[in-house]
C-alpha cells in the first residue's frame, strides 16, 4: 500500500513537471521581444497575418508563429568570379553589393531565400554589364558598372521588397599577360606625353626668349626717343632762354644809352673804339662798311674835339 502511494505520489509529480514546462513552453511562444531595426512578421498557420514595429510582440500560442526581418542595410560581399569583355579579355571581378529590405512580407513571401537570390542576380548583372564594355572601358569606368548593375538590379529586386542602396566594384584583375602588355603601354604613354611636353617647353621658351627681346627692343627703342625728344625740348629751351636773355641785354643797354641822351661825339667814339678791339685781335678782318662817310665823319668830329682842348 505504501509502494502504490509512492508510485502515485511520483507520477503527480512528473504530471506537474510536465504541465510547468508546457506551461513555460507556451508563454515563451506568446511573448516575443523584436530588436530595434527589425520586425515581425507573424504567421497563423502558415499564413501572412500583420507585421509588428520593434518591441513586445505578444501572440497565440502553437497558431501563430514569428519571424523576424533585418531591416538594416546589409553588405552582401560577392565571391570573385570570372567575366569575358567585349574584347574576349577574360577579367576576374569582385564586388559588394550594399541591400535593405523595406518590405518585409514581399521579402519573405516574394522569393524563397533573398540573400541567395541577391548573390546570383548580382552575378549575371556583372557578366551581362561587363560584356558590353572593352578591357580600358570596364578598368577605367567603374562609376559606370556600379549604376548599370545596380539598375538591372533594382527591376527585379523592387518586386522583392528589397532596395539595392549601392554596388561597389573590389576588384577587376585582367590576366598577367595583359597586365604586363598595358604597363609597357603605359609606359610608352608616359615617354611620349613626356617628349610632347618637353618639346612644347622648348617651343614656349623660344617664344618667351622672342618676346623678351622684342619688348627690349621696343623699350630701348622708346627710350631712345624719349631721350631725343628730351635733349631737343631741352636744346629749344635752352635757345628760348639764350634769346631771351640776349633780348634783355639789348633792351637794357638800349635803355641805358638813351637814358643818357648820347650826342654824336659820343657815338663817335664807340665806334672808333669798336674797330680797335677789332684791330687788336690778330685773326681778326677788319671790314669797311658801306656808310664809311659816317666814319670819316665821326673822325673829324673826334679831332676837332682834341684839338679844341689841346689850344685851350
Do not use: C
Not at 501563430?64 to 531591416?71: E, G, P
Not at 598595358?182 to 609606359?187: D, H, P, S, T
Not at 634783355?248 to 643797354?253: N, P
Amino acid at each position: 500500500m505504501i509502494i502504490a502511494l509512492g508510485s502515485v505520489g511520483i507520477a503527480g509529480i512528473v504530471v506537474v513537471v510536465l504541465i510547468v514546462i508546457v506551461g513555460l513552453a507556451t508563454l515563451r511562444s506568446m511573448v516575443n521581444i523584436v530588436q530595434q531595426g527589425q520586425v515581425g512578421v507573424v504567421k497563423r498557420l502558415g499564413e501572412y497575418r500583420k507585421t509588428h514595429e520593434p518591441g513586445l510582440v505578444i501572440i497565440m500560442p502553437f497558431v501563430d508563429t514569428l519571424q523576424t526581418v533585418d531591416m538594416r542595410e546589409v553588405p552582401v560581399p560577392g565571391d570573385r568570379q570570372d567575366v569575358i569583355t567585349k574584347d574576349n579579355v577574360v577579367v576576374t571581378v569582385n564586388a559588394t553589393i550594399f541591400t535593405q529590405v523595406v518590405d518585409a512580407k514581399q521579402a519573405l513571401f516574394s522569393v524563397k531565400n533573398f540573400d541567395v537570390a541577391i548573390d546570383a542576380l548580382a552575378r549575371t548583372a556583372l557578366r551581362s554589364v561587363i560584356g558590353t564594355m572593352t578591357l580600358d572601358e570596364a578598368l577605367s569606368e567603374r562609376e559606370r558598372i556600379n549604376t548599370d548593375v545596380q539598375e538591372q538590379m533594382e527591376v527585379v529586386t523592387d518586386k522583392w521588397g528589397i532596395r539595392i542602396s549601392r554596388i561597389e566594384i573590389v576588384e577587376i584583375a585582367p590576366p598577367p599577360q595583359i597586365l604586363q602588355a598595358l604597363a609597357l603601354q603605359k609606359q610608352a604613354d608616359q615617354e611620349k606625353r613626356a617628349r610632347i611636353l618637353q618639346s612644347e617647353g622648348q617651343q614656349q621658351s623660344a617664344i618667351n626668349v622672342a618676346q623678351g627681346d622684342a619688348d627690349a627692343n621696343v623699350r630701348a627703342a622708346e627710350g631712345e626717343k624719349k631721350a631725343a625728344i628730351l635733349r631737343a625740348e631741352g636744346n629749344r629751351q635752352a635757345a628760348m632762354l639764350e634769346a631771351e636773355g640776349r633780348a634783355r641785354a639789348i633792351e637794357t643797354v638800349y635803355a641805358a644809352i638813351k637814358g643818357s641822351e648820347p650826342d654824336s661825339t659820343l657815338v663817335a667814339i664807340l665806334q672808333l673804339d669798336a674797330l680797335s678791339k677789332f684791330a687788336d685781335s690778330d685773326n681778326s678782318k677788319i671790314v669797311v662798311p658801306y656808310e664809311s662817310a659816317g666814319l670819316l665823319g665821326a673822325a673829324q668830329t673826334l679831332r676837332a674835339v682834341l684839338d679844341g682842348q689841346g689850344s685851350s
